[in-house]
């Protein structure tokens, strides 16, 4: 019996929650010990070879995964979910060899040690399955079914987890930490894959010409994914360049954890987007007032993302100190640290309330909004990083990343309004 949009909803956040809580505190608890085996630069070293993974997978997704996600919601029969399958697989994978060409051929030459690129060499075996991960992913998400892919990523990251903290435990170092978190992305891969099997969607596989009008349609999710990672990690990047990787440690880990506080928002988010993308097609199938639908589940999702967010900023600025002492020890259980993520806290609230405006440009077919805002806000993070990150190192880090947060939800807030006061558009219309 199908559930009510409620609980459908609520069941596939709370699966989302379980999983984002086990994969973070995961990988939280495998940085602190890391840390504490190695110490702060190699920690700063490993954190940054993942930021540079990031970025590339970002360049190399082609805005395919949401894409994917919002079109399998629409998709009611086999035949088009098949040929769709195939089409952005083939893309994917495609692009990913060329990313794995491009990082150990220009990028690793052009800007790293050779000790650091036998790093970049292995960080980059994981983007052939991540590109499987993100389209068998897109295609879980959008039957909403949260608990699978949820349940494999939790598997995965424990895989790597336990690999890293042996390979750690008998002395090697964050070359095999690099190792394990590759072989956890092959392992969720082949898991995903399996699913999809079971289910018997086959993928129909197109290459060539068909990719031209998938691309184009894609284009405003890849330019998002690009300018966001480069907002999240840009600061990262720099910072072992300026001021070493002990600093990138510092840093990383005070991100880390703020990134991880985003769990019970980020879930609600993932859940609310086919939902939001299904009410946005009903809309346009039906003569009624469809949009009002998608106005409510906007408005609930907007005032449980405020209370959630604003209860743990509160919560966790008063924990900070003896939270970075309890899992890094004294290394990062300084002042500086836990002052870092206090700052940081103070963009929390835009953050999440900026993407759950996202999601709903998204499903409205209004990525173009999304696009032109997030590369305003990047180039400004940017250029604001390169000033300030030389002279004043991780506290311009810090400021420029709550300013940014802070400028990306007014411009979006100001576009979702927008969105919600015209309606949804005609399919195919993107403004």
Same mark, same amino acid.
Request: positive net charge; contains cysteine; charged residues 15%.
């Given at each position: $019996?199908?559930?009510?949009?409620? !609980?459908?909803?609520?069941?596939?956040?709370?699966?989302?929650? /379980?999983?984002?809580?086990?994969?973070?505190?995961?990988?939280?608890?495998?940085?602190?010990?890391?840390?504490?085996?190695?110490?702060?630069?190699?920690?700063?070293?490993?954190?940054?070879?993942?930021?540079?993974?990031?970025?590339? =997978?970002?360049?190399?997704?082609?805005?395919?995964?949401?894409?994917?996600?919002?079109?399998?919601?629409?998709?009611?029969?086999?035949?088009?979910?098949?040929?769709?399958?195939?089409?952005?697989?083939?893309?994917?994978?495609?692009?990913?060899?060329?990313? $794995?060409?491009?990082?150990?051929?220009?990028?690793?030459? =052009?800007?790293?040690?050779?000790?650091?690129?036998?790093?970049?060499?292995?960080?980059?075996?994981? =983007?052939?399955?991540?590109?499987?991960?993100?389209?068998?992913?897109?295609?879980?998400?959008?039957?909403?079914? $949260?608990?699978?892919?949820?349940?494999?990523?939790? %598997?995965?990251? =424990?895989?790597?987890?336990?690999?890293?903290?042996?390979?750690?435990?008998?002395?090697?170092?964050?070359?095999?930490?690099? !190792?394990?978190?590759?072989? %956890?992305?092959?392992? +969720?891969? !082949?898991?995903l894959g399996w699913v999809i099997w079971?289910?018997?969607?086959?993928?129909?596989?197109?290459?060539? +010409?068909?990719?031209?009008?998938?691309?184009?349609?894609?284009?405003?999710?890849?330019?998002?994914?690009?300018?966001?990672?480069?907002?999240?990690?840009?600061?990262?990047?720099?910072?072992?360049?300026?001021?070493?990787?002990?600093? /990138? %440690?510092?840093?990383?880990?005070?991100?880390?954890?703020?990134?991880?506080?985003?769990?019970?928002?980020?879930?609600?988010?993932?859940?609310?987007?086919?939902?939001?993308?299904?009410?946005?097609?009903?809309?346009?199938?039906? !003569?009624?007032?469809?949009?009002?639908?998608?106005?409510?589940?906007?408005?609930?999702?907007?005032?449980?993302?405020?209370?959630?967010?604003?209860?743990?900023?509160?919560?966790?600025?008063?924990?900070?100190?003896?939270?970075?002492r309890l899992l890094y020890g004294e $290394?990062?259980?300084?002042?500086?640290?836990?002052?870092?993520?206090?700052?940081?806290?103070?963009?929390?609230?835009?953050?999440?309330?900026?993407?759950?405006?996202?999601?709903?440009?998204?499903?409205?077919?209004?990525?173009?909004?999304?696009?032109?805002?997030?590369?305003?806000?990047?180039?400004?993070?940017?250029?604001?990083?390169?000033?300030?990150?030389?002279?004043?190192?991780?506290?311009?880090?810090?400021?420029?990343?709550?300013?940014?947060?802070?400028?990306?939800?007014?411009?979006?807030?100001?576009?979702?309004?927008? +969105?919600?006061?015209?309606?949804?558009?005609?399919?195919?219309?993107?403004?």
């Open positions: $019996m199908k559930l009510p949009v409620g !609980a459908r909803v609520g069941k596939n956040a709370a699966a989302l929650l /379980a999983a984002g809580v086990g994969a973070r505190l995961l990988a939280l608890l495998f940085n602190a010990y890391l840390g504490r085996t190695l110490g702060v630069a190699a920690l700063g070293r490993y954190l940054t070879m993942l930021a540079v993974e990031g970025l590339t =997978l970002a360049c190399i997704s082609l805005g395919l995964n949401v894409y994917a996600t919002r079109e399998f919601s629409r998709h009611e029969r086999q035949e088009e979910t098949q040929t769709l399958l195939g089409a952005v697989l083939g893309a994917r994978v495609s692009a990913a060899l060329l990313g $794995m060409a491009a990082l150990n051929g220009l990028i690793g030459p =052009l800007f790293y040690s050779p000790a650091q690129r036998v790093l970049l060499g292995v960080i980059s075996l994981g =983007l052939l399955p991540d590109a499987v991960i993100g389209v068998c992913g897109a295609l879980v998400r959008a039957r909403q079914r $949260m608990e699978i892919s949820s349940g494999i990523d939790v %598997g995965a990251r =424990l895989l790597a987890a336990l690999l890293g903290a042996a390979a750690l435990w008998r002395g090697y170092d964050e070359t095999w930490a690099l !190792a394990a978190y590759v072989l %956890g992305r092959i392992a +969720a891969a !082949a898991a079971r289910w018997d969607v086959r993928p129909r596989w197109r290459f060539g +010409a068909v990719w031209g009008p998938l691309l184009r349609e894609s284009l405003p999710f890849a330019i998002v994914d690009i300018a966001a990672i480069v907002y999240r990690k840009f600061d990262l990047l720099l910072l072992p360049l300026s001021h070493g990787d002990a600093a /990138a %440690g510092v840093y990383g880990a005070a991100y880390s954890l703020w990134e991880n506080l985003g769990l019970i928002p980020g879930s609600l988010l993932e859940a609310l987007f086919p939902e939001m993308a299904r009410r946005t097609a009903s809309a346009r199938r039906t !003569a009624s007032d469809g949009i009002a639908s998608l106005r409510q589940l906007y408005r609930r999702g907007q005032y449980a993302l405020a209370a959630l967010v604003l209860l743990m900023t509160g919560a966790f600025a008063l924990t900070a100190p003896p939270a970075f $290394m990062m259980g300084r002042a500086e640290a836990a002052t870092v993520f206090r700052w940081l806290l103070l963009g929390l609230p835009f953050t999440y309330l900026y993407l759950l405006d996202g999601n709903l440009l998204y499903a409205t077919d209004r990525q173009r909004a999304v696009t032109g805002w997030m590369l305003v806000v990047t180039l400004l993070n940017g250029a604001l990083n390169l000033l300030l990150i030389p002279r004043w190192g991780v506290w311009a880090a810090t400021g420029v990343a709550v300013f940014s947060s802070a400028a990306l939800f007014a411009a979006l807030r100001f576009e979702a309004l927008r +969105a919600l006061a015209a309606g949804a558009p005609e399919r195919g219309v993107a403004s």
